[in-house]
């Protein structure tokens, strides 16, 4: 299994923006469908974006559309999420996932590999 570390996390003001970052080690991420989830305190964990392997397909939950973006460096072996126009309610811990598909789930139960999560928090 491919093994992720996010980092990038921080504290923003509302409207401010941040970069997370998601390195992959063990195998190369060219194979795997790539994705970002988010978890707030007493909430289930919220699909935000995925990046599929080969041509590249990205897709986003309504609530980050137009907002966020992913991108990913397949020689640095690196998954990126830009995140702008942050919201207070965009306070969350992120987490990177990775899915050996051609395509990835909305659903947290369709992805095999997790890192440990960033804490996002928003501040109005």
């Known amino acids: 299994q491919v093994q992720l570390v996010e980092s990038g996390g921080g504290l923003v003001q509302a409207g401010g923006s941040l970069r997370l970052s998601c390195a992959a080690s063990g195998r190369t991420i060219s194979a795997y469908t790539m994705a970002w989830f988010r978890q707030a305190p007493g909430k289930q964990r919220e699909f935000v974006g995925s990046?599929?392997?080969?041509?590249?397909?990205?897709y986003y939950a309504d609530s980050v559309r137009g907002r966020f973006t992913i991108s990913r460096d397949n020689a640095k072996n690196t998954v990126y999420l830009q995140m702008n126009s942050l919201k207070p309610e965009d306070t969350a811990v992120y987490y990177c996932a990775a899915v050996q598909q051609s395509y990835g789930s909305t659903s947290a139960a369709g992805w095999d590999s997790w890192g440990h999560g960033t804490q996002v928090t928003i501040s109005s």
């Open positions: 990046a599929s392997r080969g041509v590249v397909m990205e």
